[in-house]
């Protein structure tokens, strides 16, 4: 196969059809970025998914239906949970959104150690399902390798993305209140949504008992407010379907049809990419050699600049795959670092407990986000001995239906007391830090290959000491927390999550200031062969402890807008 | 047709080993009956261990107007792993033994006082079976657990259930973050 990728015959007539200024790798939050922007600056575009066609509002066939329409009622079928062990683990994953998910026979990889791999291999790919918290980074987080010897520094710090993040945040619409923490910058926020009379009473306890821990509402990719022609968001919290609102942030709803607006988009689904072909004389990627995932007919597409936009581990494959007598290990990986350093964020610590009071108080509308507890740990005059770094909180207040009584009851007392409300109920979900570690890993696959003769991916990662120990410290200060605030029946909320299941995996093509220790330099360009970038999860140099998609995207904005004007400069 | 009628008709056609289906010497003596599966004949049954556990009231229908019955079979037979198949289908089984036993009546032929009164004291079981494997790991269902928890995610996801017994607000429309609840407020359906 190498031999192939090599001496690609080029066929010239072929080759001006299949000819683009730009090739867009996936078309999921990442992708539909890069797509947006490269249209947009007058690029002749192509995007190339590997899934089917998912158009905005056609193609949400569950969107409208309500629980008794669902033949299970939501619930999924023994028999397709016992085939997708993996997949049956994500929370997203319903008869309302199974559509969405790859099942886990269609695309399988190897586990040295448990990894859960969760794929939405569609137009839009996970963008569709994701959970759509966008807090910012900052040098808490750009900083920290840096400071203290972990993996490599980033190449790049808070001033170098906050223009970004704005712009990204802009355009996507994010609703947030400016609270003014530092370790969470405040954004360019639509009208925040509200906290509950029980989550502001625990902002406002802990404000007293503590100074460092903050309860905040979470900033979230819903649209507050009519934004761009979207939205605005209906509170019904099932985005995960697709919203018919088109409420929250998509590549489908947002990104994706402002490429197709500018007349320079074109997209390719059922397209797998092979490899990056790459050309010895220029030291540039050519093109890409790409699968019809119906025809399994193999055609090459052509341009000046590449996004890889494939999904973490999928950009790694892919790079990993794109070997050549100048790459012989991977695609840009004069490092040896392609691959490695792969993080997910670590979510097995919470805590829940009720609160006696406020009976009197409700809610309505389902509001489709939390609250947020920013990270608190290391920061500031906080020091802690057993672990590094930190977490945030996953929060949330709710009333529920019924009481513990209905356990033990049956008729008339039970129907009554399922159609009242019981207590107020709290919830803190610790969401930590992964360091980079160079031997957690993805490798390809000795022996086996895919059906389009791609090898399988080997997956070799695990926490480690350092986010185990604050798996303690989450539960300890979830507990202590509720304790402060006078909840009754506290109780650590069972957790036993694998890796990669928290679905933010990152790593394994890090941006970094060196060459020697690095696959991509800060503005996500692979070293060594400058046309080819890549802005996805693979590109992360460390974890932080917020959700990352918002910083995928700012990063795409930025590594297009350094891209197009380095093509002006004729430097690419 | 009157039993001793019918034994004289039955001993007209001869002496010897004849072999009597169950079913019809049981007109008047109630026996229990031994499931190895479940079919929509056991409908009217599970509608009836529904509509026990969650009645009509009032002002609203309960779960046997919601097709419990049907909903349960389902479930059971697609979406349970075939441990908790077995615990419900045996299930049935014991009910109708406790039936045969305290009632000489099936369970569909009990006064409404007395369907409550078998599910409370099965409940009873349950719990205690429940208690007995505290601190247990992988606990086993008892079978009453199944029926309460069908019933209960049923009647609350079926249109009757989630309209009538519950709030149901498909698209709000907005979020209102503090609202008054006066006790005994129907919560929201979803």
């Known amino acids: 196969m190498n031999s192939s990728k090599d001496s690609i015959n080029i066929n010239?007539?072929?080759?001006?059809?299949?000819?683009?200024?730009?090739?867009?790798?996936?078309?999921?939050?990442?992708?539909?970025?890069?797509?947006?922007?490269?249209?947009?600056?007058?690029?002749?575009?192509?995007?190339?998914?590997?899934?089917?066609?998912?158009?905005?509002?056609?193609?949400?066939?569950?969107?409208?239906?309500?629980?008794?329409?669902?033949?299970?009622?939501?619930?999924?079928?023994?028999?397709?949970?016992?085939?997708?062990?993996?997949?049956?683990?994500?929370?997203?994953?319903?008869?309302?959104?199974?559509?969405?998910?790859?099942?886990?026979?269609?695309?399988?990889?190897?586990?040295?150690?448990?990894?859960?791999?969760?794929?939405?291999?569609?137009?839009?790919?996970?963008?569709?399902?994701?959970?759509?918290?966008?807090?910012?980074?900052?040098?808490?987080?750009?900083?920290?390798?840096?400071?203290?010897?972990?993996?490599?520094?980033?190449?790049?710090?808070?001033?170098?993305?906050?223009?970004?993040?704005?712009?990204?945040?802009?355009?996507?619409?994010?609703?947030?209140?400016?609270?003014?923490?530092?370790?969470?910058?405040?954004?360019?926020?639509?009208?925040?949504?509200?906290?509950?009379?029980?989550?502001?009473?625990?902002?406002?306890?802990?404000?007293?008992?503590?100074?460092?821990?903050?309860?905040?509402?979470?900033?979230?990719?819903?649209?507050?407010?009519?934004?761009?022609?979207?939205?605005?968001?209906?509170?019904?919290?099932?985005?995960?379907?697709?919203?018919?609102?088109?409420?929250?942030?998509?590549?489908?709803?947002?990104?994706?049809?402002?490429?197709?607006?500018?007349?320079?988009?074109?997209?390719?689904?059922?397209?797998?990419?092979?490899?990056?072909?790459?050309?010895?004389?220029?030291?540039?990627?050519?093109?890409?050699?790409?699968?019809?995932?119906?025809?399994?007919?193999?055609?090459?597409?052509?341009?000046?600049?590449?996004?890889?936009?494939?999904?973490?581990?999928?950009?790694?494959?892919?790079?990993?795959?794109?070997?050549?007598?100048?790459?012989?290990?991977?695609?840009?990986?004069?490092?040896?670092?392609?691959?490695?350093?792969?993080?997910?964020?670590?979510?097995?610590?919470?805590?829940?407990?009720?609160?006696?009071?406020?009976?009197?108080?409700?809610?309505?509308?389902?509001?489709?986000?939390?609250?947020?507890?920013?990270?608190?740990?290391?920061?500031?005059?906080?020091?802690?001995?057993?672990?590094?770094?930190?977490?945030?909180?996953?929060?949330?207040?709710?009333?529920?239906?019924?009481?513990?009584?209905?356990?033990?009851?049956?008729?008339?007392?039970?129907?009554?007391?399922?159609?009242?409300?019981?207590?107020?109920?709290?919830?803190l979900n610790g969401m930590g830090e992964c360091l980079p570690y160079h031997e957690n890993k993805v490798t390809l696959s000795k022996n086996k290959t895919d059906d389009w003769d791609m090898p399988l991916l080997n997956i070799d990662a695990e926490f480690k000491e350092n986010e185990l120990s604050m798996v303690e410290d989450m539960i300890n200060s979830g507990i202590d927390m509720l304790e402060q605030a006078n909840f009754k029946n506290i109780e650590v909320i069972p957790k036993n999550r694998n890796f990669g299941l928290n679905i933010h995996e990152m790593g394994t093509a890090r941006m970094g200031k060196d060459p020697k220790t690095s696959v991509l330099n800060s503005h996500n360009q692979v070293w060594g062969a400058k046309n080819v970038f890549v802005t996805d999860g693979a590109c992360m140099t460390s974890s932080a402890c917020q959700n990352p998609s918002l910083t995928y995207m700012a990063l795409t904005a930025r590594a297009v807008d350094y891209a197009v004007n380095e093509l002006k400069k004729r430097n690419l | 047709m009157k039993r001793n009628v019918f034994l004289k008709r039955v001993s007209l056609l001869g002496s010897g080993t004849f072999l009597i289906p169950a079913g019809l010497l049981s007109s008047c003596t109630y026996t229990a009956k031994i499931r190895t599966g479940l079919t929509t004949n056991d409908i009217p049954l599970l509608d009836e261990i529904g509509e026990t556990i969650i009645p009509s009231t009032g002002g609203t229908l309960g779960a046997k107007a919601s097709n419990i019955g049907a909903y349960m079979i389902l479930m059971v037979a697609d979406c349970f792993k075939p441990e908790d198949q077995h615990i419900f289908v045996d299930g049935l089984n014991d009910l109708d033994q406790h039936c045969a036993v305290k009632y000489n009546r099936s369970f569909l032929d009990l006064k409404t006082t007395q369907k409550l009164e078998l599910l409370e004291q099965i409940q009873l079981e349950a719990i205690a079976f429940g208690t007995e494997q505290e601190g247990i790991e992988k606990l086993i269902p008892h079978y009453f657990d199944l029926f309460k928890s069908l019933t209960i995610s049923g009647y609350f996801t079926s249109e009757i259930g989630a309209t009538q017994a519950r709030n149901y607000l498909p698209v709000p429309g907005k979020f209102e973050a503090c609202i008054p609840y006066q006790e005994g407020g129907r919560p929201w359906a979803t």
């Open chain 1, 12 to 427: 010239t007539k072929g080759a001006k059809e299949n000819t683009y200024d730009a090739i867009v790798i996936g078309s999921g939050i990442s992708g539909g970025w890069a797509a947006k922007e490269l249209c947009e600056k007058g690029l002749k575009t192509l995007v190339l998914e590997r899934g089917r066609m998912v158009e905005h509002l056609k193609d949400y066939p569950t969107a409208n239906m309500h629980p008794w329409e669902f033949q299970h009622r939501g619930t999924l079928p023994q028999k397709i949970t016992e085939e997708n062990p993996v997949i049956s683990r994500c929370y997203a994953y319903s008869e309302a959104t199974e559509h969405f998910f790859v099942k886990d026979k269609e695309h399988p990889y190897e586990q040295t150690k448990p990894f859960d791999w969760i794929k939405g291999y569609q137009v839009g790919g996970k963008s569709l399902m994701w959970a759509r918290w966008t807090q910012r980074w900052s040098d808490l987080d750009f900083e920290a390798n840096g400071k203290e010897g972990i993996g490599v520094d980033w190449p790049i710090r808070y001033k170098d993305i906050a223009p970004w993040y704005s712009y990204v945040e802009k355009f996507a619409g994010i609703s947030g209140n400016k609270d003014g923490l530092p370790q969470i910058p405040d954004g360019e926020f639509l009208p925040p949504m509200e906290m509950n009379c029980l989550e502001k009473h625990v902002k406002e306890v802990l404000a007293k008992k503590y100074d460092d821990r903050h309860l905040v509402i979470s900033r979230t990719a819903n649209l507050t407010a009519r934004h761009h022609g979207r939205g605005p968001c209906q509170y019904r919290s099932l985005c995960n379907r697709g919203c018919p609102f088109g409420g929250y942030f998509s590549s489908n709803s947002a990104t994706l049809p402002a490429a197709e607006k500018t007349g320079n988009y074109t997209i390719r689904p059922f397209s797998v990419v092979h490899s990056i072909i790459y050309d010895e004389k220029t030291q540039k990627a050519l093109g890409v050699r790409v699968i019809d995932t119906n025809t399994k007919e193999s055609r090459a597409y052509f341009a000046k600049i590449i996004f890889v936009n494939a999904s973490t581990m999928n950009s790694t494959l892919l790079l990993l795959n794109s070997t050549s007598s100048r790459f012989p290990n991977g695609f840009g990986n004069d490092s040896g670092e392609l691959g490695h350093n792969l993080m997910d964020h670590n979510y097995n610590g919470g805590v829940r407990g009720e609160f006696e009071g406020f009976m009197d108080k409700y809610y309505s509308g389902r509001r489709p986000t939390g609250t947020y507890m920013p990270r608190f740990r290391n920061f500031g005059k906080d020091k802690q001995t057993s672990f590094k770094r930190g977490y945030a909180y996953a929060c949330g207040g709710s009333r529920n239906a019924g009481t513990d009584l209905s356990k033990t009851i049956i008729g008339n007392d039970l129907k009554d007391n399922l159609t009242a409300l019981g207590p107020w109920k709290f919830s």
